[in-house]
């Protein structure tokens, strides 16, 4: 029997396939779905900091707008005996979850500052969330502000999560940094336990019809397989923390791939809203029948061995590769 | 904290004025002596010093009077660019004040304009060679912003900018206060030059609706300044009590305005509950009149002429040509009659104004017309008279304070609901359907504007009861008013709320008298229940409860579109119910 069980953060999980933060996890409904379905762990939608501050505001605004302006109505509302404003409604999710299921749950919690939100890590902990997912997901725009000062920010926050917290921490990063290598590397030295690359950004479009710019998430297409590939191939074996693989996993050898250059576990998100719930049945199907067909004994076995220090053709990962891959298709379009 | 102690400067009180500014006079010197005098006395704080004596003495006041107010609240007021302007006209149909006025004049008529006077080529082809402007009134705006958000275009060259944008009062202030005094002086269009139905036209008419005290942002007023334009100049209004008697009738002044020819809707509010019956009094008192008028001008064709004396009788007054026709008719019957001095001449002079055709309009809100005058109103529907019934649907009870009515949808946290409403809004539109003899719509201008300006043309021209349902949105439902707008938008395009009309002469041609306006549902209940407090606050008060009761209003409106889609595919009814049972005009 193929043995496909990993580790991350700590936990030892069935399988390497983890459901990754996204709208499904609002239902506990879909949270039983997707154990059913095989997720070996599941992490939660973020709880975002804006949310945290800017709620409260919001309602507060609200149900007060108005209330001096006419004197035949004082207030246009009634006044509940409490709120639950905050990260309760949140917390008490992950304890319903808990209660719902038996695979980890991995709370997500989402900010860029530094801030009271961090604190939430303790409590997120006490609510019962097997770890946590720290999503940095910071987009300056900001000329002035130079790329140092940003990643003192993001290891600022890290450092004040994983002192409040009392679970591991994973941390969810961008892509977008001068040195990736060398952000892990600061990060891993601030005590994270795993780096779950990569956050897919949030990149707005242009609407021709009412030429406004337009939010919206596009859901990863399998070339965005690469980049996480590429950058779990190079930081396996170089730093402590656990790697996750997120963006572009969508089918059994998407996982294969990423658990050869080194990832502990590979997360799903567009397959999963994209194909239903059930798809991580074919998935962890087809990994099997791969390594079945393949001769491979566990993931263990598998793990990191693609990666750039233990590859045939470490340069692939590098500068030189890039020029051959170029003149290659110099190649090709002159042919 | 201590920054703030330490911050704390002392302010030295002077023992006298020490200002320069001249305090203006509650109402412009330019006013009529009784609005100047009486009014601006009541609107400065003085009413008590007043004697008795200097009211009217049969409790009438005079309309156009919230136009002295000059309240000067918007700190941004709306700027018109007109190289990016498209003349759609939907600004000046949102604008729930009256302050967006458009005017489509003779180019000869900008002579003596002020420099900053804006005028361009109107674009319409059936105006062409005429100027078109589109001008504020700076200092009755609110400033609330809905027809920024409403204007579809765009410049080109900065997308952030609008054909109508947000600039600061204070500096425009002076300037396009001169700006419109000199735009009221143009003169109207003719209103027999104006195609009705489309709203691009159909906004120049003058609205006899202006700088009501409502809300800044208003989503009621836009409603009763559209029924003003139609049909104003003939209108006479029962007004439940309600916000729309508040800022409708609240002394000392009205919103409700007159034309240049000195004609405009007259009003009154006399309780809550009676207001169907208050509104069925005046089409019973009308109709008497009307009755009597042409008996008396049938006896007196040796006076007056046949030929005069059939037109005025078999005027169809169907449009406003024909109004237009029938109002010179009596001018000229009136001058007939003043050569003659019987007692029948007497008593006819007195009712001839009622030869024109009068639009009778009941209003009030939801809690009126669902609730508390439910019993009257449906009485006065069932009586099959030529009413028109506009209910300004906020689905709670707004001027006293957000308590729920039987509107109030489900989930809805209100007062005497603050756990969500658990129980569905109840069907007006299709209890009074069943009639069959019923004009109903169900219209929500930020949805389909259109579709509102047809229904109301529809209800008005039906020969019966006419109920108009309009959505408008409220300060009660906890959200932003600027774009209040696109909730109404949300709420149609989940199927929260429908669009539609029933109307009894389709079923009479043997068609099915049911049109839904409303498409399928293109998205959530819940996308549009995020948008509003009302019902955002209970997942942050009973998540749980909040849960249940969002999945069950989901439920509501899919049922109930596929309700009304089944209804409105039946093929025509096979004997069609009489229309107009017992209508008289």
Not at chain 1, 76 to 90: A, M, S, V
Not at chain 2, 279 to 307: H, N, P, W, Y
């Amino acid at each position: 029997m193929t043995d496909i069980s990993t580790t991350y953060l700590g936990l030892k999980l069935r399988t390497p396939l983890v459901a990754s933060a996204s709208p499904l996890s609002h239902e506990i409904d879909n949270i039983r779905r997707l154990e059913d379905a095989g997720a070996s762990a599941v992490v939660l939608y973020s709880l975002f900091e804006e949310q945290l501050r800017q709620e409260s505001l919001e309602l507060e605004h609200h149900l007060s707008a108005g209330t001096d302006s006419f004197s035949e109505a004082l207030s246009f509302f009634p006044q509940p005996d409490e709120f639950q404003l905050g990260p309760e409604g949140y917390l008490d999710h992950i304890r319903r979850a808990k209660e719902a299921v038996s695979i980890p749950i991995i709370a997500s919690l989402n900010g860029t500052t530094i801030g009271g939100w961090t604190q939430y890590a303790k409590l997120i902990g006490q609510a019962g969330a097997d770890a946590l997912e720290c999503n940095i997901y910071s987009i300056p725009t900001d000329p002035d502000l130079t790329a140092s000062v940003v990643e003192q920010q993001f290891l600022e926050i890290v450092k004040s999560v994983k002192s409040a917290a009392t679970i591991p921490v994973a941390v969810k990063l961008s892509p977008f940094f001068s040195n990736m290598a060398n952000m892990a590397k600061r990060l891993d030295g601030a005590g994270v336990n795993a780096l779950v690359l990569f956050n897919r950004f949030y990149q707005p479009d242009v609407n021709l019809d009412d030429l406004e710019i337009q939010p919206s998430v596009l859901l990863s297409t399998p070339q965005a397989l690469r980049l996480p590939l590429t950058w779990i191939g190079i930081l396996y074996g170089r730093i402590h923390a656990n790697l996750a693989a997120t963006s572009g996993v969508h089918g059994p050898e998407d996982v294969v791939k990423l658990l050869m250059v080194g990832a502990d576990v590979t997360m799903l998100c567009s397959a999963l809203l994209r194909n239903g719930i059930n798809h991580l049945r074919d998935v962890e199907g087809g990994v099997r029948e791969w390594m079945e067909i393949h001769e491979y004994e566990s993931v263990h076995q598998m793990k990191g061995s693609m990666s750039q220090i233990r590859c045939s053709n470490p340069s692939a990962f590098e500068r030189a590769q890039y020029m051959r891959a170029v003149k290659s298709m110099q190649h090709v379009t002159q042919s | 904290m201590d920054q703030a102690l330490s911050h704390l400067f002392e302010v030295k009180v002077p023992s006298a004025s020490t200002s320069t500014i001249e305090m203006p006079p509650p109402f412009s010197t330019s006013a009529p002596d009784f609005e100047r005098d009486v009014l601006g006395a009541i609107y400065a704080g003085h009413g008590d010093e007043l004697p008795v004596s200097v009211f009217p003495v049969d409790g009438t006041f005079p309309t156009g009077t919230a136009k002295w107010e000059k309240r000067n609240l918007a700190l941004e007021i709306p700027a018109w660019d007109p190289n990016v302007c498209i003349q759609c006209g939907k600004c000046a149909m949102v604008c729930p004040h009256g302050v967006i006025r458009i005017k489509v004049y003779d180019s000869k008529d900008l002579n003596g304009a002020p420099p900053a006077f804006k005028s361009t080529e109107s674009r319409d082809k059936e105006w062409q060679g005429l100027k078109y402007t589109i001008q504020v009134a700076p200092e009755d705006c609110t400033g609330c912003g809905i027809c920024v958000e409403v204007c579809p275009a765009k410049n080109k060259a900065e997308t952030r900018l609008k054909a109508i944008n947000m600039v600061p009062q204070p500096p425009l202030r002076a300037q396009e206060s001169e700006n419109w005094d000199f735009f009221l002086k143009i003169p109207q269009l003719d209103r027999r030059n104006i195609k009705v139905t489309s709203i691009r036209q159909q906004q120049i008419e003058e609205p006899l609706f202006e700088f009501s005290g409502a809300c800044a942002g208003c989503g009621e007023t836009p409603y009763l300044k559209l029924m003003s334009q139609l049909f104003g100049d003939r209108t006479v209004i029962a007004n439940a009590t309600g916000c729309s008697s508040i800022y409708g009738g609240n002394l000392p002044t009205t919103p409700w305005t007159k034309n240049a020819a000195g004609r405009g809707p007259a009003w009154s509010n006399s309780l809550f509950e009676d207001n169907a019956e208050f509104g069925l009094g005046f089409r019973l008192s009308i109709d008497k009149q009307t009755e009597f008028a042409q008996e008396l001008v049938g006896r007196m064709a040796g006076v007056i002429g046949e030929e005069l004396v059939n037109a005025i009788l078999t005027s169809p007054q169907d449009d406003e040509a024909d109004i237009y026709e029938q109002r010179q008719r009596v001018d000229l019957l009136k001058e007939k009659l003043d050569r003659s001095d019987s007692p029948d001449v007497k008593q006819l002079l007195a009712v001839a104004d009622l030869l024109v055709k009068k639009s009778v309009w009941i209003v009030g809100g939801d809690g009126w017309a669902y609730d508390i005058g439910y019993g009257g109103l449906d009485h006065v529907l069932a009586s099959g008279r030529n009413v028109n019934v506009l209910v300004l649907d906020t689905e709670v009870y707004s001027n006293t304070g957000g308590q729920a009515s039987k509107s109030t949808p489900r989930a809805a946290v209100a007062k005497f609901a603050a756990g969500g409403k658990p129980r569905a809004k109840k069907d007006l539109g299709l209890i009074a359907m069943s009639y069959g003899n019923i004009y109903v719509a169900s219209v929500a201008m930020g949805a389909k504007d259109e579709h509102t300006l047809k229904a109301f043309l529809e209800a008005e021209a039906y020969n019966g009861p006419s109920l108009i349902i309009a959505y408008s949105h409220c300060i009660a439902h906890g959200i932003n008013m600027t774009t209040a707008m696109s909730n109404q938008k949300a709420a149609v395009d989940s199927a929260e709320w429908l669009l539609y009309r029933y109307h009894p002469d389709r079923a009479a041609q043997g068609e099915n008298p049911l049109i839904l306006d409303s498409r399928a549902p293109t998205r959530k209940v819940q996308d549009y229940m995020l948008m509003e407090t009302r019902f955002k606050m209970l997942t942050k008060s009973k998540p749980d409860e909040a849960r249940r009761l969002w999945r069950e209003a989901q439920d509501d409106a899919v049922s109930r579109f596929r309700l009304y889609e089944y209804l409105a595919q039946r093929k025509g009814n096979v004997e069609p119910p009489k229309a107009n049972e017992g209508g008289k005009t």
